[in-house]
């Protein structure tokens, strides 16, 4: 499981996670009925040198949550910087809300 800091303000949701050694094309984030979930998954054999094998198993790294809030998915932005994941949730306003 996955390690999730949340917090919010009066516009947004804000999630963040450490996710060290990652690259951000390893890096999912969706998000499907007010419910956000992060997979992250290395690509174990991507960095082998000519001639050599890498045997291990892989892994993933899973975060799910319920949002606080409704949010507008089609707004929301994704940051991954020095190996922290942020994602900017903004809540939905007044009439937009369900």
Known sequence: MLDLDVYEDERDVVVLAELPGLSEDEIEVMVDDDVLTILAEP???RHK????CRVGRSFRFLGVMRLP????PD???????HSVLMVRLP???GREQS
């Open 43 to 45: 690509s174990l054999g």
């Open 49 to 52: 040198p000519e001639g050599h």
């Open 69 to 72: 809030c409704p949010i507008d």
């Open 75 to 81: 707004r929301m932005r994704v940051d991954f910087d």
């Open 91 to 93: 809540k939905r306003r």
